[in-house]
């Protein structure tokens, strides 16, 4: 696959981006050469191959999940926190609408 100034152009108005013709001139090769890059990874052979989020083996650290471990923060509340909104509705935080 390659770009050519038009399609460089469609691109840029896509993107918002004022280019003028010295500078979509120049951005036709490095595009053409990053899609060539691309093709290029996709001649890799990844058989057996298992995908990963990391170059390095993370495992997270869980914490126990317990209700009400914390008397001040845990569940149970609600009349508490909703105290001290300027607005709750129907047991929840009441906010301004946004959309008409």
């Known amino acids: 696959m390659s770009v050519d100034k038009q399609t460089v ?3 840029a108005g896509l ?3 004022k280019m003028g013709d ?3 001139e120049t951005m036709v090769p490095e595009l053409n050469n990053i899609l060539e890059w691309v093709e290029q990874l ?3 052979n990844v058989d057996g191959i298992e995908p990963m989020s990391a170059v390095i083996p993370n ?3 869980l914490r126990d999940d317990v209700i009400d ?3 001040k923060t845990a569940g149970g509340r609600r009349e508490d926190v909703l105290a001290n909104a300027p607005a709750a ?3 929840f935080f009441g906010v301004p609408k ?3």
């Open 89 to 91: 509705e129907h047991g």
């Open 69 to 71: 471990a914390d008397p």
């Open 98 to 100: 946004v959309i008409e």
């Open 59 to 61: 495992t997270l650290r």
């Open 9 to 11: 152009a469609k691109i």
């Open 15 to 17: 993107a918002r981006i």
């Open 22 to 24: 010295d500078e979509l």
């Open 42 to 44: 996709g001649e890799v």
